[in-house]
């Protein structure tokens, strides 16, 4: 038993190397390298299990360490279950504050004012943005639309933005939907 628990654990040993020593990590990736570090982790529980059997005759030390290893994937893997959960409700990434990307895009110059701004997750380390953004006629589009991508590229790490440019007298509706999910009424449009 001890013997072929070291021979699972070098090789499951080996497969994290491998999996870990990758340059672009992804949610798939590491649901992978947890399934292998859970591997080892039963490999080790079978090698302590073994000497405890061996040695001290302690026999339930088997089904113990099998109930502590399986404790420890559980939790370990609940954080992947929920942010595979949130990429799949298309939620609001957990390191990203959606008041902070909104306060960034009003501190822009020519901005009046933003709205119907979302923030989710394409795929593990891939956020998109959509918003409708209310600027000045004095300032070109091309140049704020250049502007606002490369400042939340930089500030968030968003590098896939849908941006409606809007004027103050030509929004796309009347009634928005605020930050916090209430209706909004636009006052400024008759």
């Not at 798939?28 to 405890?52: E, F, K, P, Q, T």
């Not at 891939?126 to 209310?134: F, K």
């Not at 704020?144 to 896939?160: A, C, S």
Request: net charge negative; glycine share 8%.
């Amino acid at each position: 038993m001890i013997l072929i628990a070291i021979g699972g654990l070098v090789i499951n040993l080996i497969c994290a190397w491998i999996l870990h020593g990758r340059d672009e990590i992804d949610l798939n990736m590491r649901g992978a390298w947890l399934h292998v570090m859970g591997d080892a982790l039963g490999s080790i529980a079978a090698i302590v299990a073994g000497i405890c059997m061996m040695f001290f005759g302690w026999y339930a030390a088997d089904p113990f360490f099998s109930v502590v290893i399986s404790l420890l994937i559980i939790v370990g893997s609940v954080r992947l279950i929920r942010e595979s959960t949130n990429i799949l409700l298309e939620g609001t990434p957990a390191h990203i504050n959606l008041a902070a990307v909104e306060d960034a895009i009003l501190d822009t110059a020519g901005v009046n004012n933003v709205h119907d701004l979302h923030v989710w997750t394409i795929t593990s380390g891939r956020e998109a943005l959509s918003a409708h953004v209310i600027h000045a006629y004095s300032i070109s589009q091309p140049d704020l639309l250049k502007e606002l991508r490369t400042k939340l590229h930089d500030r968030f790490g968003v590098d896939h933005l849908t941006i409606q440019m809007e004027t103050p007298d030509f929004e796309d509706e009347t009634f928005h939907f605020c930050n916090n999910g209430t209706a909004c009424f636009n006052s400024d449009r008759k």
